[in-house]
């Protein structure tokens, strides 16, 4: 049997993932941790610059702020008509059920919001009025159940909100997105499959993994599993300086993909989190190696390189298409026509 997840300085220091006198206390009291097994075993300790361990074990850097970051990068909070739920597109609402991860990944884009002291876990009036404002919108089309990890839901929970959600005609898609097959596999087994589906639904799956070691021999049994089970995967990653920020580690991972049945969807540029400038490239470094990646690899293998405008504006594909400025800023247009200012790399 495994052991348990790493959450706090002192397991880090005990596992001699972190020196002592590490002095991260301070990034600990404001930003949770979370490290499972299956991610310590992924980690390659003799490594300096492991581009596992880099995702998840904390460091002083997240303390230092840049001007342009902000507690709510992608500008939830006001597209939140009820408490859980983002509607930020006519034919789709989030729905965060939970603000619990099994890992914390030092880059989260929600970081402010998820951890045992994020936004909790939704009460059942809370649900009961998310779901009621799903029911009242005829409009919503999709359900994309996000957080927070819904995957850290037992279950007989998943089970009860597939239920609910089955009832609501006009939801056809209900979408996870999640870090549990990679990170803590163990728990995809056949009845957390079956809580997945639901009758007149189709069920996707966004697998969320940035480097291709993460495809564990238990990472591709629950990726199985979830096929098998008739869920349709997709995939999602952040492109992440000193991670996936080369053209080989980038097609490893998207072929790794497409060899998993998992089918490339969003490759996002790192959002404007606290205390994640260490982690980010500028649109120009991304935009190349995205077409490098053309000429590399099959167009099965191709994800699409997007960006969340700050600010609440939705999803733009930053692949092609953005206005380069004189000052060295980028003009992103949002789905809407509008254009949005973006900053250069420190
Ligand atoms: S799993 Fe997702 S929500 Fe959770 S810490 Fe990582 S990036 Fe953030």
Redo the contacts with the bound molecule.
């Keep these: 049997m495994r052991g348990a997840a790493l959450k706090t300085v002192a397991d880090l220091e005990a596992v001699n993932l972190v020196p002592a006198e590490s002095g991260l206390d301070p990034v600990a009291e404001k930003y ?1 941790i ?1 490290i499972t097994p299956a991610v310590l075993d992924l980690m390659d300790r003799s490594d300096p610059a492991d581009p596992i361990a880099r995702q998840f074990v904390p460091t002083v850097a997240e303390l230092q702020t840049t001007p342009e970051e902000r507690a709510d990068p992608i500008g939830d909070l006001c597209h939140s008509p009820v408490e859980g739920i983002v509607h930020r597109y006519p034919d789709r609402v989030l729905l965060k059920a939970v ?1 619990v ?5 030092r ?5 402010e919001m ?2 045992p002291q994020g936004l909790g876990t939704l009460t059942g009036s809370e649900l009961d009025a998310a779901m009621d404002y799903i029911a009242s919108h005829e409009e919503i089309w999709e359900v994309i159940l ?4 819904p995957l850290v839901l037992s279950p007989r929970r998943l089970k009860s909100l597939m239920e609910r959600l089955a009832a609501i005609e006009h939801v056809r898609i209900v979408r996870f ?3 549990v097959p990679v ?1 803590e596999p163990e728990r995809v087994n056949d009845e957390m499959v079956a809580a997945l589906l639901a009758s007149g639904k189709t069920t996707y799956l966004a697998v ?1 993994a940035n480097h291709p070691r993460e495809f564990s021999p238990d990472a591709r049994l629950a990726f199985r599993r979830l096929v098998d089970g008739g869920v349709v995967l997709i995939s999602q990653s ?1 492109l992440l300086r000193g991670v996936n920020d080369d053209v080989d580690t980038l097609a490893a991972l998207m072929r790794g993909f497409v060899e998993n049945r998992i089918k490339p969807y969003y490759l996002h540029h790192p959002d404007l989190a606290p205390g994640t400038s260490h982690f980010r490239i500028g649109i120009e470094e991304g935009q190349k190696l995205v077409a490098a990646l053309r000429g590399r690899i099959s167009g099965l293998c191709q994800p699409t390189y997007v960006l969340d405008i700050p600010g609440g504006h939705g999803k733009a594909d930053i692949g092609a298409g953005t206005v380069a400025g004189g000052d060295g800023c980028f003009t992103v247009r949002d789905w809407q026509g509008r254009e949005h200012a973006y900053p250069p790399a420190e």
């Design positions: 949770a979370g603000h991860c099994p890992v914390y990944c880059f989260c884009f929600r970081r998820v951890g996000t957080g927070g990890d997105h999640t870090r990170v969320h952040v």
